[in-house]
Nanobody
């Protein structure tokens, strides 16, 4: 079993920054990529960003491109989501996931418990 542990969420004001971290207990052959998703109250879980373990491939949702950056530290089995210029509409529970290289949540096998990000106006 693989455990993903997120950290770094919190309450911030619009325009502030946060960095989320996701540490994996181990990596398996099925974990080609790590993704970040978010779910706002009453809404579906949406893709935010993904990164491959094997190369520098990244994919970031258009609506956050230029404000959010995804990176990884292979030695620490950790993925980061740097979020700058936060907006109230970024408020959500953020989840990290491990699985295939995809924007679909169905392609990710392992999930973290989620971390709350709240952006006040």
């Amino acid at each position: 079993q693989v455990q993903l542990v997120e950290s770094g969420g919190g309450l911030v004001q619009a325009g502030d920054s946060l960095r989320l971290s996701c540490a994996a207990s181990r990596r398996t052959f099925s974990m080609y990529a790590m993704g970040w998703f978010r779910q706002a109250p009453g809404k579906e879980r949406d893709f935010v960003a993904a990164i491959k373990w094997s190369d520098n491939s990244v994919y970031i949702k258009d609506s956050v491109k230029g404000r959010f950056t995804i990176s990884r530290n292979n030695a620490k089995n950790t993925v980061y989501l740097q979020m700058d210029s936060l907006k109230p509409e970024d408020t959500a529970v953020y989840y990290c996931a491990a699985g295939r290289w995809s924007t679909s949540s169905f392609e990710y096998e392992y999930w973290g418990q989620g971390t709350q990000v709240t952006v006040s106006s």
